[in-house]
T-cell receptor, first 110, second 115 residues
Framework: TQLLEQSPQFLSIQEGENLTVYCNSS?????LQWYRQEPGEGPVLLVT?????EVKKLKRLTFQFGDARKDSSLHITAAQPGDTGLYLC??????????FGAGTTVTVRA | EAGVTQSPTHLIKTRGQQATLRCSPI?????VYWYQQALGLGLQFLLW???????NRGNFPPRFSGRQFPNYSSELNVNALELEDSALYLC??????????????FGPGTRLLVL
């Protein structure tokens, strides 16, 4: 079983639409990372959130860390085909291990 | 600055054989992590090496082992290969521990196929 539950598993939207990916856990994390992975490549870090309630914006991407540091969300505004990929959330435990969610496959159609 | 490199990119083995995967961290990074990404299972933590020592391991059998060399590069060995070991094996590196969380940077992975 995954320590982190991501939803939805798959998301297919039209260019210009908005989307939100959720990452939930019953565990508390010292920090939470969001990665994007493209086929045949390793995950690339998008953002790290550390403080409960923290909101970070990266151009059209908005990341939020829950107040209790157990959950997070990724919101993409006006999605573009270049946003297509596998989005992974990963929680950092106090033992320095990263626990990953199963991922959300996002497809943005032109 | 060069990123994390892994070799080989692809590896085909048969059941019972041994596989050796290699990783070179980003220059200046002392920690190396290994993950397994099997289809439908997500990334699973395998091993963490720092300053040549194994610091932590995930829930994998002892036939998964590795080591870290003085130049901080690392090797993952998988003995007595089973069909379910087929997966993408990812290596990540991070800077020396400063007492807080350090970002992990991933390599492109080695795809292992066990026939």
């Amino acid at each position: 079983t995954q320590l982190l539950e991501q939803s939805p598993q798959f998301l297919s939207i039209q260019e210009g639409e908005n989307l939100t990916v959720y990452c939930n856990s019953s565990s508390v994390f010292s920090s939470l990372q969001w990665y994007r992975q493209e086929p045949g490549e390793g995950p690339v870090l998008l953002v790290t959130v550390v403080t409960g309630g923290e909101v970070k914006k990266l151009k059209r991407l908005t990341f939020q860390f829950g107040d209790a540091r157990k959950d997070s969300s990724l919101h993409i505004t006006a999605a573009q085909p270049g946003d297509t990929g596998l989005y992974l959330c990963a929680g950092a435990g106090y033992d320095y291990k990263l626990s990953f969610g199963a991922g959300t496959t996002v497809t943005v159609r032109a | 600055e060069a990123g994390v490199t892994q070799s080989p990119t692809h590896l085909i083995k048969t059941r019972g054989q041994q596989a050796t995967l290699r990783c070179s961290p980003i220059s200046g990074h002392t920690s190396v992590y290994w993950y397994q990404q099997a289809l439908g299972l997500g990334l699973q933590f395998l091993l963490w090496y720092d300053e040549g020592e194994e610091r932590n391991r995930g829930n994998f059998p002892p036939r998964f082992s590795g080591r870290q060399f003085p130049n901080y590069s690392s090797e993952l060995n998988v003995n007595a290969l089973e069909l379910e070991d087929s997966a993408l094996y990812l290596c990540a590196s991070s800077p020396a521990r400063t007492g807080r969380w350090e970002t992990q940077y991933f390599g492109p992975g080695t795809r292992l196929l066990v026939l």
